[in-house]
C-alpha cells in the first residue's frame, strides 16, 4: 500500500505543477555568437551565424545578419565572408586546402568576439566495393517473419596506422534525369559502428578497433532501391572527420538521446568555438562508384 500512495503523491503534484503558473524574473544577459559550419576542400566555405538562447525564447534560431566574418588559413587573413542568406555566410573561390588549419573570427559590436579553428584530415580511400544479392531474414510489425532479397557490399579501405582517425561512412544515389544525388537508407550490423546519425546520413565510427588495418566494413540495401530497369549511380562515400567533428557529433547525437529520456543524465554537446558556442570541423571524403542494371536483372 505505501507503494502505491507514494505513486499517486507524485501525480498528483506533477498535475499541479503542470497547472500552476510561476512569473520568474530571469535576466537576459550572456548571450553569444553561435558558429555552426562543417568545411571540405571540395566546396566554398559555408557558416551559419546566430546568437545563444535566452531560457525562456521560443524561437528555434536569431540569425544574426550583420555579422563580420573572417576567415584565416594559418593564421593568415584570406577574406570576408558575405551574407547570402539568412544567417549563412559564404564566399566564393575559398576551396580550402587538406591538412592546413583555418580559423573563422565573427564579431558583431554587441557580443564578445567568436572564433573557431580546424582542419580538413586527409582522405581515406575506398579501395574496393564488392556486392551480391542475398536473402535477408526480416520481421514485420505483426511479429511475422518474412525473407526480401538484399543488396550486400563489402566496402574495403586501409586505415592509417600512424594518426587517429573518424569517419561518417553514407550512400547517395543520382537521379539519371537530374543528375541530382540523394542520400538513401542502407543497414549494418557491423560491430565499428559507434551512431548512427539517420539510415539516409550515414554511420559514425573511429578506428578504436581497426586502426592500422585493412578493413571491410558491411552493410546491406533493401530492394526497392533498384526495382526499376533504369541503370542506378550507387556512390559510396568515406568521409575521413576531423576530431572536433567526431566529438561534437557524438555527443550532440547523445544529448538527443539524454533529451527524451527522463532517467538520463544531461550530455553537454562538445564545443569548439572560444567566445561562443557551436562547432566549426573538416572533413575530405573518398567514393567510388557502382552501377546498378535494375534489382530484376539480379534474379
Known amino acids: 500500500m505505501k507503494k502505491f500512495t507514494i505513486f499517486y503523491v507524485f501525480i498528483i503534484l506533477g498535475l499541479y505543477s503542470c497547472e500552476k503558473i510561476i512569473d520568474m524574473d530571469i535576466k537576459d544577459t550572456d548571450r553569444k555568437i553561435v558558429i555552426n559550419g562543417v568545411f571540405t576542400d571540395q566546396a566554398p566555405v559555408v557558416v551559419h551565424i546566430s546568437k545563444s538562447m535566452h531560457i525562456l525564447d521560443n524561437d528555434d534560431f536569431q540569425c544574426i545578419n550583420n555579422a563580420n566574418v573572417k576567415i584565416f588559413r594559418n593564421n593568415e587573413l584570406i577574406d570576408t565572408l558575405l551574407l547570402i542568406d539568412d544567417g549563412i555566410y559564404s564566399l566564393e573561390g575559398i576551396y ?94 557491423d560491430i565499428i559502428i559507434e551512431e548512427w546519425l539517420t539510415r539516409s546520413y550515414g554511420v559514425l565510427f573511429s578506428d578504436d578497433r581497426i586502426n592500422g588495418n585493412t578493413y571491410e566494413f558491411g552493410l546491406y540495401m533493401y530492394s526497392y532501391y533498384f526495382s526499376y530497369q533504369d541503370t542506378t549511380n550507387m556512390i559510396i562515400y568515406l568521409n575521413s572527420i576531423s576530431e572536433d567533428y567526431y566529438k561534437y557529433s557524438i555527443s550532440y547525437l547523445r544529448h538527443q538521446e539524454a533529451k527524451e529520456n527522463p532517467f538520463a543524465e544531461p550530455v553537454q554537446v562538445y564545443n569548439n568555438i572560444s567566445n561562443g558556442y557551436g562547432i566549426f570541423a573538416g572533413f575530405s571524403s573518398s567514393s567510388d562508384t557502382l552501377k546498378l542494371f535494375g534489382y530484376s536483372n539480379y534474379e
Open 96 to 189: 580550402p586546402d587538406i591538412g592546413a588549419e583555418y580559423t573563422i573570427e565573427v564579431g558583431t559590436g554587441s557580443f564578445p568576439t567568436a572564433r573557431g579553428s580546424n582542419i580538413i584530415p586527409e582522405p581515406v580511400p575506398v579501395i574496393s566495393i564488392d556486392t551480391q544479392t542475398v536473402e535477408h531474414s526480416s520481421t514485420d510489425i505483426f511479429g511475422d517473419s518474412y525473407t526480401e532479397m538484399v543488396l550486400d557490399c563489402s566496402i574495403r579501405f586501409n586505415d592509417p596506422p600512424e594518426t587517429k582517425n573518424y569517419y561518417i561512412l553514407n550512400i547517395s544515389v543520382r537521379d539519371n534525369y537530374t543528375d541530382e544525388e540523394y542520400f538513401v537508407d542502407f543497414d549494418s550490423d
